[in-house]
């Protein structure tokens, strides 16, 4: 079982690397395309930042976060876009169960709209903490990044650096252990979550249902979308520039998240593994759900990816409801919140205090009402 956690492990550590590798390309193309009129227009603003809550990773909510410290935006959006980010844990999510993922989302967009205007009718102060704050500089689009053509391939491969060759090999490496079945990603999923003795949360018919039967088909999908995602990094590799490699995918994504998604997801999946040994995880918490609605609010404070993927993959190996998981993404915020933490503690107890009261609020309706 330990070499099924440590493949489980890896599998999604590379879903979540992956995905944000591919956010990161596509956010580097399109970005410093803002508004004139958001600073005139309060409603604007809160739309705006409630789409950039559910980018998945940090980078909408670092977006806001600058522009609230400069003004730009006002509490009511800062507050709209903490409740619609989910920060790190919304990759590894849109990888496993993408559907679910999609209608979260859809939720989390108009429960921020929602309270981003009652916060914007009912709360007279528009910069809550704000003072003098230094300058923190807006991460514009940088033309070393640009101007990307499939023609830079036989450059980039005459010219190649280590990073490169490095990643290459790498990706042309699992992509060959996965395509060839030495690494079954499908299996491993499957024998994980049946293996478990786990089974599918239905407030509707209760535990009956066998959980590998339910995620046999999405096991499937599980291995056909790695070789299609690390399909598509490879081609990334191959055709960006190497400021583009060396400072955003190696620098920024690979040595600063790899080890900590990889050292947390193996730890909570063998604390799962572990606590299902002693206790029915899925029956204890189905008779205590408001401790876990509690537990989840709570965790959702720390300002950091990392505590909340244990909600995730409750989830997903169907020991916990959809509420709970609902709560728990309006509250946290992942890193997000750090330099608003830095910059106004004022303004991050305010965030914080509204999201839990509406986290507290999904929740406990959802648990109500079998949601």
Request: with cysteine; glycine share 8%.
């Amino acid at each position: 079982m330990f070499a099924i956690l440590l493949q489980q492990t890896l599998i999604i550590t590379l879903f979540v690397l992956g995905m944000m590798m591919i956010i990161e390309y596509i956010n580097v193309q399109t970005r410093g395309m803002w508004a004139k009129g958001l600073e005139k227009s309060p409603w604007l603003q809160i739309i705006f930042g409630s789409l950039m809550g559910i980018i998945p990773g940090c980078l909408g909510s670092y977006t806001v976060v600058s522009l609230y410290l400069h003004r730009v935006v006002m509490f009511p959006a800062l507050v709209a876009t903490m409740i619609a980010t989910s920060g790190d844990e919304a990759y590894m999510m849109f990888s496993m169960f993408p559907a679910t993922a999609v209608k979260l989302n859809i939720i989390l967009f108009l429960i921020a709209v929602s309270v981003g205007f009652v916060v914007l009718w009912t709360v007279k102060n528009r910069y809550i903490g704000l003072g003098r704050h230094a300058v923190l500089p807006l991460h514009e689009r940088e033309e070393e990044c640009s101007h990307y053509h499939p023609s830079t391939i036989a450059e980039n491969l005459k010219n190649m650096s280590f990073v490169r060759a490095l990643l290459i090999t790498g990706l042309l490496g699992l992509i060959i252990l996965f395509a060839s079945g030495i690494i079954d990603g499908s299996h491993h999923f499957h024998t994980l979550l049946a293996g478990s003795g786990l089974e599918v949360y239905d407030p509707h018919h209760g535990h009956d249902h066998a959980h590998g039967d339910h995620h046999h088909g999405e096991a499937d999908w599980i291995r056909i979308s790695l070789l299609v995602m690390l399909s598509g990094l490879l081609f990334i590799i191959l055709i960006v520039k190497e400021h583009f490699l060396t400072e955003h995918l190696w620098q920024h994504i690979i040595k600063k998240h790899f080890h900590k998604i990889f050292l947390w997801t193996f730890a909570l999946l063998l604390l799962i593994h572990f606590a299902n040994e002693f206790v029915n995880l899925s029956e204890w918490i189905t008779d205590n759900l408001w401790l876990v609605l509690a537990v989840a609010l709570l965790i959702g404070i720390i300002p950091e990816s990392g505590p909340h993927f244990i909600f995730v993959l409750l989830f997903m190996q169907g020991s916990l409801p959809f509420s709970i998981l609902l709560a728990s993404s309006i509250v946290q915020d992942g890193h997000g919140t750090l330099p608003l933490l830095a910059e106004s503690q004022r303004g991050f107890i305010a965030v914080k205090l509204i999201n839990i009261a509406v986290g507290l609020a999904a929740g406990a309706i959802g648990i109500l009402t079998g949601f």
